[in-house]
């Protein structure tokens, strides 16, 4: 792999090819969105930046983000600096939201960690880190608000390193007066900086009190560089002073083969050391060729690109956010996707925020937006031409953790609803939509009580669909414990022919998870062949409300007897008899309501093991056993059986005993049985509810 000299060119002095896609990630309120307002202000793209807080930043420009002051969505943004043009994304940190960098991460060239030295975020932290980890992105920290850290950094980097699997390597130590830090050295340089309000920091001599210390953290920066650099080790053991190229070519080199994360420091809402960042970024990020080499995209081929996000608008129709990684798209072309459909691109915009800028074309490394992708979804490639696009990456959607059964406040929105609410699936991958006939209800399901709060916020802001929602329902069921048996006659006359269906029918209880079984045991054409199916249809029909008034499982019903009539007998007659007969049968074997029981597995850091344990148990869970969760140090998982009626609420629980971290997985185990005044709560309600309608 070429190597890029500080001159932002490669090893054999060829200049780098395109612009550069980087994501600004990190955990909730790291100041993410801040830092790409005074990127954008330090490369002259805005005259000041905007705060979150007055609701005037290019990034969280949505409603909703502005409502809640938290990023929802990417927010994208491009600037040149030093020659060279960037792309930045910044990504939501909430964990309710860090499904929207997934399909962020496939594309980018490198991601801008963004933190602070506070040991409570370190979990948040980590769950970032694991994501860029698992997909293979060079990554810088961006150690931030240095201006009001109470810790040092030499005891806030240790803290930082259980959050990472790859060595973190501190490139920059804060100069100190009075307890506050007004500059930096930065140790590659090997000079000393002084920060100024909202501009690039002012170069100092380094102060003789300060070369000690700078002596100390280089020759630590060095020794871990060395262990990927043999010659660079014999040069230490030499005591010998290595050329500042080849220690910038070691930097770059290192990022590029994720050997080491580099640490910067500064503070986003100051502008300090965001200068040396997008430095840092020029010379030792890599660039698309080697992102290509990451993902298995070919240099040569026809025009590709892949989509990372996708928005819905009233007005302006669908726009699919995607990154050009082969080749150039304009307006007018015909693309075909990665799932096989053929589209054209309406229209090519440039993205500042919510500002959009019309454009002819995009070139290869350009990230941009096209104008009605019908049938292109996010995640999906596409290429010039009516050849499938290659498959650039597979995202699985993320479990639910949380659910709300919705319904339109006006019937007449019904259709609207349902419309609207797979425009904004499209939109979100993490939104599950499931429409349950059974329970009557429409079910709406993400990451979160604020995901979803967000979900019904653009419901009514964006399409004016006012929604009701609600728990949703549980999935109870009701079975027998004993025998029972009855004959069911339905004898109808009403001119002409006339109705007769005659069955005897036995019930009878199964193990759990059976079923409904019929068994027909008819002997000498008591019932005819013809109407056996009829009876079955009938006991069916009634095994949809019990007695207890939920759908009826695990028995066997058993037809013994009956009779007919030559002229008067029918298929809907016998329907009827098998009714009657069940609804005599089934009350003498002793109903018992069922309610469905979840296996769940609850994902903690290990200092929360206590009070997560005590809210699984106050559920009524039953827990069965503690683990370390496989591949996360310092985190551990409990296993329990745990009732789906305790489950709503449980992730808002988890989150908040565990600083926003805290997580379940859960499928459906089985049955159990639920008996006393518990079961006759949930009867009685169930029955109010119906007669409510």
Same mark, same amino acid.
């Given at each position: 792999?070429?190597?890029?000299?500080?001159?932002?060119?490669?090893?054999?002095?060829?200049?780098?090819?395109?612009?550069?896609?980087?994501?600004?990630?990190?955990?909730?309120?790291?100041?993410?969105?801040?830092?790409?307002?005074?990127?954008?202000?330090?490369?002259?793209?805005?005259?000041?930046?905007?705060?979150?807080?007055?609701?005037?930043?290019?990034?969280?420009?949505?409603?909703?983000?502005?409502?809640?002051?938290?990023?929802?969505?990417?927010?994208?943004?491009?600037?040149?600096?030093?020659?060279?043009?960037?792309?930045?994304?910044?990504?939501?940190?909430?964990?309710?939201?860090?499904?929207?960098?997934?399909?962020?991460?496939?594309?980018?060239?490198?991601?801008?960690?963004?933190?602070? &030295?506070?040991?409570?975020?370190?979990?948040?932290?980590?769950?970032?880190?694991?994501?860029?980890?698992?997909?293979?992105?060079?990554?810088?920290?961006?150690?931030?608000?240095?201006?009001? !850290?109470?810790?040092?950094?030499? $005891?806030?980097?240790?803290?930082?390193?259980?959050?990472?699997?790859?060595?973190?390597?501190?490139?920059?130590?804060?100069?100190?007066?009075?307890?506050?830090?007004?500059?930096?050295?930065?140790?590659?340089?090997?000079?000393?900086?002084?920060?100024?309000?909202?501009?690039?920091?002012?170069?100092?001599?380094?102060?003789?009190?300060?070369?000690?210390?700078?002596?100390?953290?280089?020759?630590?920066?060095?020794?871990?560089?060395?262990?990927?650099?043999? !010659?660079?080790?014999?040069?230490?053991?030499?005591?010998?002073?290595?050329?500042?190229?080849?220690?910038?070519?070691?930097? &770059?080199?290192?990022?590029?083969?994720?050997?080491?994360?580099?640490?910067?420091?500064?503070?986003?809402?100051?502008?300090?050391?965001?200068?040396?960042?997008?430095?840092?970024?020029?010379?030792?990020?890599?660039?698309?060729?080697?992102?290509?080499?990451?993902?298995?995209?070919?240099?040569?081929?026809?025009?590709?690109?892949?989509?990372?996000?996708?928005?819905?608008?009233?007005?302006?129709?669908?726009?699919?956010?995607?990154?050009?990684?082969?080749?150039?798209?304009?307006?007018?072309?015909?693309?075909?996707?990665?799932?096989?459909?053929?589209?054209?691109?309406?229209?090519?915009?440039?993205?500042?925020?919510?500002?959009?800028?019309?454009?002819?074309?995009?070139?290869?490394?350009?990230?941009?937006?096209?104008?009605?992708?019908?049938?292109?979804?996010?995640?999906?490639?596409?290429?010039?031409?009516?050849?499938?696009?290659?498959?650039?990456?597979?995202?699985?959607?993320?479990?639910?953790?949380?659910?709300?059964?919705?319904?339109?406040?006006?019937?007449?929105?019904?259709?609207?609803?349902?419309?609207?609410?797979?425009?904004?699936?499209? $939109?979100?991958?993490?939104?599950?939509?499931?429409?349950?006939? $059974?329970?009557?209800?429409?079910?709406?399901?993400?990451?979160?009580?604020?995901?979803?709060?967000?979900?019904?916020?653009?419901?009514?802001?964006?399409?004016?669909?006012?929604?009701?929602?609600?728990?949703?329902?549980?999935?109870?069921?009701?079975?027998?414990?004993?025998?029972?048996?009855?004959?069911?006659?339905?004898?109808?006359?009403?001119?002409?022919?006339?109705?007769?269906?005659?069955?005897?029918?036995?019930?009878?209880?199964?193990?759990?998870?059976?079923?409904?079984?019929?068994?027909?045991?008819?002997?000498?054409?008591?019932?005819?062949?013809?109407?056996?199916?009829?009876?079955?249809?009938?006991?069916?029909?009634?095994?949809?409300?019990?007695?207890?008034?939920?759908?009826?499982?695990?028995?066997?019903?058993?037809?013994?007897?009956?009779?007919?009539?030559?002229?008067?007998?029918?298929?809907?007659?016998?329907?009827?008899?098998?009714?009657?007969?069940?609804?005599?049968?089934?009350?003498?074997?002793?109903?018992?309501?069922?309610?469905?029981?979840?296996?769940?597995?609850?994902?903690?850091?290990?200092?929360?093991?206590?009070?997560?344990?005590?809210?699984?148990?106050?559920?009524?869970?039953?827990?069965?056993?503690?683990?370390?969760?496989?591949?996360?140090?310092?985190?551990?998982?409990?296993?329990?059986?745990?009732?789906?009626? $305790?489950?709503?609420?449980?992730?808002?629980?988890?989150?908040?005993?565990?600083?926003?971290?805290?997580?379940?997985?859960?499928?459906?185990?089985?049955?159990?049985?639920?008996?006393?005044?518990?079961?006759?709560?949930?009867?009685?309600?169930?029955?109010? !509810?119906?007669?409510?309608?």
């Amino acid at each position: 792999m070429p190597i890029p000299s500080r001159t932002g060119e490669s090893a054999n002095g060829v200049r780098r090819a395109g612009p550069r896609c980087i994501a600004i990630v990190g955990p909730f309120q790291s100041g993410k969105t801040t830092l790409l307002e005074s990127i954008l202000e330090r490369c002259g793209a805005l005259s000041r930046a905007g705060t979150v807080k007055t609701g005037n930043s290019i990034g969280d420009s949505s409603p909703e983000a502005r409502a809640h002051q938290m990023s929802t969505d990417p927010n994208v943004a491009s600037v040149e600096f030093l020659g060279e043009r960037y792309h930045f994304i910044d990504c939501p940190g909430s964990v309710e939201f860090l499904h929207e960098m997934r399909h962020v991460l496939p594309v980018i060239d490198a991601a801008i960690v963004v933190c602070e &030295a506070d040991d409570r975020k370190a979990p948040a932290l980590e769950l970032v880190l694991r994501e860029l980890e698992e997909a293979d992105i060079p990554r810088f920290l961006f150690l931030n608000k240095i201006d009001t !850290a109470t810790r040092r950094v030499r $005891e806030t980097i240790p803290i930082l390193q259980r959050a990472s699997r790859t060595p973190l390597l501190l490139r920059q130590i804060p100069i100190w007066l009075n307890g506050i830090a007004i500059g930096f050295i930065d140790l590659a340089l090997e000079r000393a900086f002084i920060y100024r309000e909202h501009a690039a920091s002012e170069v100092v001599p380094l102060a003789a009190e300060e070369a000690g210390r700078e002596k100390e953290a280089r020759f630590s920066m060095l020794e871990k560089l060395a262990d990927y650099d043999d !010659a660079l080790m014999e040069e230490l053991l030499a005591d010998m002073e290595p050329p500042q190229d080849r220690v910038f070519d070691d930097l &770059a080199r290192e990022l590029q083969d994720r050997h080491v994360v580099p640490v910067l420091i500064g503070s986003a809402e100051r502008g300090n050391g965001v200068t040396r960042l997008l430095k840092a970024l020029r010379h030792e990020a890599p660039d698309l060729a080697e992102t290509r080499g990451r993902i298995g995209v070919v240099a040569d081929g026809v025009p590709l690109a892949q989509v990372m996000k996708t928005w819905h608008s009233n007005h302006g129709g669908k726009l699919s956010l995607a990154r050009v990684l082969r080749g150039r798209l304009a307006e007018g072309d015909v693309v075909t996707s990665s799932s096989g459909v053929e589209t054209r691109i309406a229209g090519v915009v440039e993205l500042k925020g919510q500002e959009q800028l019309r454009r002819p074309a995009v070139e290869e490394g350009d990230v941009a937006a096209f104008a009605r992708l019908d049938g292109v979804a996010t995640g999906d490639a596409i290429a010039l031409g009516k050849l499938r696009a290659p498959l650039v990456s597979t995202i699985a959607p993320p479990e639910a953790v949380h659910g709300l059964a919705v319904a339109a406040k006006d019937r007449k929105d019904d259709v609207k609803l349902t419309s609207s609410l797979a425009r904004l699936a499209d $939109e979100d991958t993490a939104l599950a939509i499931e429409q349950l006939p $059974e329970l009557g209800e429409l079910r709406l399901a993400g990451q979160g009580e604020m995901h979803l709060r967000v979900t019904l916020e653009r419901l009514a802001s964006r399409y004016g669909v006012g929604v009701e929602s609600r728990p949703p329902q549980i999935g109870y069921r009701e079975t027998i414990r004993g025998r029972g048996s009855a004959r069911g006659r339905h004898r109808k006359q009403s001119g002409g022919h006339g109705q007769y269906g005659d069955v005897v029918l036995e019930v009878a209880a199964l193990a759990r998870g059976e079923g409904i079984r019929f068994v027909d045991r008819i002997v000498g054409g008591a019932v005819p062949r013809q109407y056996i199916a009829s009876v079955e249809a009938g006991v069916r029909d009634y095994c949809r409300t019990g007695p207890l008034g939920f759908p009826l499982v695990d028995l066997e019903v058993t037809l013994t007897d009956g009779s007919y009539h030559t002229v008067d007998s029918s298929d809907m007659a016998f329907r009827q008899a098998a009714r009657i007969a069940m609804a005599e049968a089934v009350p003498q074997a002793k109903s018992v309501l069922l309610e469905p029981i979840l296996a769940v597995e609850v994902v903690i850091p290990s200092e929360a093991m206590s009070r997560a344990s005590a809210i699984v148990s106050a559920r009524r869970g039953q827990i069965l056993g503690y683990d370390a969760r496989p591949g996360w140090r310092g985190w551990d998982q409990i296993n329990a059986l745990m009732p789906e009626a $305790e489950m709503a609420g449980l992730i808002v629980e988890l989150r908040s005993a565990t600083s926003g971290v805290g997580s379940f997985s859960a499928r459906f185990d089985h049955l159990a049985e639920l008996a006393g005044k518990p079961a006759e709560a949930i009867v009685s309600a169930h029955a109010l !509810a119906q007669a409510r309608g």
